[in-house]
């Protein structure tokens, strides 16, 4: 499955922006799809969670409250609609899809197959 991300940009902080993350070549559907993002000198980390279904969804910490994760299997596209950002939301956001543990949804990296290129959001102060 060949993944793309998008709806990135610059925001104001307190501002909102929601990530896209649709696919190619198979129904995204089928896989646990999650989001990762990468500041600059900074480790990827976790962001967020959503199991095939979508009954199980996961948040890192630092989002729980101002993000929400959600999938829409009929457009074969999983969202990430993020509020109440700040400058530390600052990063290139990833998705991922998992064809295994697809019924979890897992914050560990490495159960993650298949990977998009990255869409840059950025949060002034």
């Known amino acids: 499955v060949q993944l793309q991300a998008s709806g990135g940009g610059l925001v104001q902080a307190g501002g909102s922006l929601r990530l896209s993350c649709g696919a190619s070549g198979r129904t995204l559907s089928t896989y646990a799809t999650s989001w990762f993002r990468q500041a600059p000198g900074k480790e990827r980390e976790f962001v967020a969670a959503?199991?095939?279904?979508?009954?199980?969804?996961n948040y890192a910490d630092s989002v729980k409250g101002r993000f929400t994760i959600s999938r829409d299997n009929a457009n074969n596209t999983v969202y990430l609609q993020m509020n109440s950002l700040k400058p530390d939301d600052t990063a290139v956001y990833y998705c991922a899809a998992a064809l295994n543990f697809r019924t979890h949804a897992s914050k560990t990296e490495n159960i993650y197959n298949y990977w998009g290129p990255g869409t840059q959001v950025t949060v002034s102060s």
């Open positions: 959503i199991s095939w279904s979508g009954v199980i969804t």
